[in-house]
């Protein structure tokens, strides 16, 4: 999972390089994936060290979770503007939009591999007398 957190991080950082050559107009929310992937991949770097892997995990999945508000806030501020004007900027639409979905399949897996680990745990614990 550690290793996951540094690809989500890099694949932040990518999008946001993605937006920056694509774009004339360099608006600040376009920064937005870059200022959410370089924690991530920091902590899953942290996460490396197994004495500090669940903290550094849970703290980047919380970022990941962030990531998904702020995506689908942005999300619905581009669909309230096309309902209004009937145009948006396409590509700030797929640079949020890829965002959006590296954040949910990453909070996601921390997500199923901390359920699972907590079987696990208590399988053992009830096994042991």
Known sequence: MARFGIVSGLLLCIDTAIALFGSLNKAPMLFIPMMLGIPILFFGVVALNPHRRRQALATAAILGGFGCLIGFGQLFHFFSVWRKQGVVNLHSTQIVSLMVAIC????LSYLWTAVQ?????????????
Request: charged fraction near 25%; hydrophobic fraction near 35%; glycine fraction near 12%.
């Open 117 to 129: 680990a907590g079987r696990q745990r208590g399988r053992r614990s009830a096994a042991s007398p």
């Open 104 to 107: 949910i399949v990453f909070s």
